[in-house]
């Protein structure tokens, strides 16, 4: 659920509170599907939403809590800066006494989602409600100030021009030079299904190409030699095309994953989650040597002794389960109307495109 749902017209998983296919999850109901994942694994708990319209501080912070004392292992990395600055507006508090409650509750560092790409005038027909580049980039400095690693990301591959991302790029730039606070940078492949601007622009499908998506890989790396990793996600490009971004200038591939909605929800046709053994074959066949990772790129394994799960070893034996785990909170439903009830038409589609 997120109220701007009828303006981030990029976005296939936002709903209106009454919608089809809203939901709020209980913390009973995170905990549960926390623990479902207790016998891979995890390393981490990568927690993000919509904006919802009543959901308060106290609730994600009890939330954090409660995945603290239930695994104490596994490191918490939460809520976007646009979460982050829509609660520091609903509790009336700054940006930095949130994430000072944030840390305290067990975050201990923030995805780099809700970046989308900088350009006001992108931004205007993607994202017009949202908060500014500016305002982005101020949540994660205030981040950093307070020791608060982040991640960095840029959307690519709707309307913005190659000029809108070379200026996105510098200005992760320009903070990482300020704070050092940035740990990997993750470009992010728009996906056009069930979404109000793939529906504008005649769309379906995947809107980027595989060339495109290893171009930003490549660019990525070489302007932001200042951030010290760059994450392909292969929920986005497929696991090929991360497993070839090795060579792009990538030195980090998405985890196991498990549970992801919002690009399932876009069109993505990859499955939800890859087994370990997947992952550790994918980059074994790119040549390269795998290394297991937490949040904070502290190694946590090697694999030099690596044996590939025994799907017949014995329930309780400590392991790898070799399957994802199923269940009606692990599907996805798409939502019926890419536009929302009432909405405008987009703005400023034509200057975007005279632009090019
Ligand atoms: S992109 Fe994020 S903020 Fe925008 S509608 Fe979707 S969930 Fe809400």
């Given at each position: 659920?997120?109220?701007?749902r009828n303006t981030c017209v990029f976005c296939?998983?936002?709903?209106?509170p009454r919608e089809a296919g809203a939901y709020t999850r209980t913390l009973d109901e995170v905990f549960a599907e926390a623990e479902a994942a207790r016998d891979n694994p995890t390393r981490e708990f990568h927690i993000v939403g919509g904006l919802h319209p009543k959901l308060r501080l106290s609730y994600y912070l009890d939330m954090f809590r409660g995945l603290t004392a239930r695994h104490p292992g596994v490191h918490i990395k939460a809520l976007t800066a646009v979460e982050v600055a829509h609660l520091a507006r609903l509790e009336r508090m700054s940006v930095r006494d949130v994430l000072v409650a944030m840390?305290?509750?067990?975050?201990?560092?923030l995805p780099g989602g809700g970046a989308e790409v900088f350009s006001p005038a992108a931004r205007a027909t993607i994202a017009d409600k949202k908060l500014s580049g500016e305002e982005w980039l101020g949540v994660h400095r205030e981040a950093h100030r307070l020791g608060i690693p982040s991640n960095c990301t840029m959307l690519y591959g709707h309307v913005e021009t190659l000029a809108d991302r070379v200026d996105h790029l510098l200005a992760l730039r320009a903070l990482q030079d300020e704070t050092g606070g940035f740990l990997t940078y993750i470009p992010l492949a728009?996906?056009?299904?069930?979404?109000e601007l793939g529906?504008?622009?005649g769309r379906?499908?995947?809107a980027t190409t595989g060339f495109d998506d290893l171009k930003n890989i490549a660019v990525g790396r070489l302007v932001l030699d200042n951030v010290p990793h760059v994450k392909t996600h292969w929920p986005m490009v497929t696991p090929f095309i991360s497993q070839v971004a090795l060579t792009f200038g990538c030195d980090d591939l998405e985890g196991t994953v498990v549970f992801e909605r919002v690009y399932h929800e876009a069109g993505a046709g990859t499955p939800m989650w890859l087994s370990y053994d997947q992952i550790v074959s994918l980059i074994r066949g790119a040549g390269k040597e795998p290394v297991e990772r937490d949040s904070l790129y502290r190694t946590v394994r090697t694999f030099e002794d690596w044996?590939?799960?025994?799907p017949g070893r014995e329930p309780g034996v400590p392991g790898v389960r070799?399957?994802?785990p199923e269940g009606p909170t692990f599907e996805i439903s798409h939502r019926p109307r890419a536009r929302a009830r009432g909405q405008r038409t987009l703005p400023v589609l034509e200057g975007i495109e005279s632009a090019e």
């Open positions: 659920m997120c109220v701007l296939s998983f936002a709903r209106m840390r305290q509750a067990g975050v201990t560092s728009y996906h056009p299904d069930h979404n529906e504008a622009l379906t499908g995947t044996v590939p799960t025994d070799p399957e994802g």
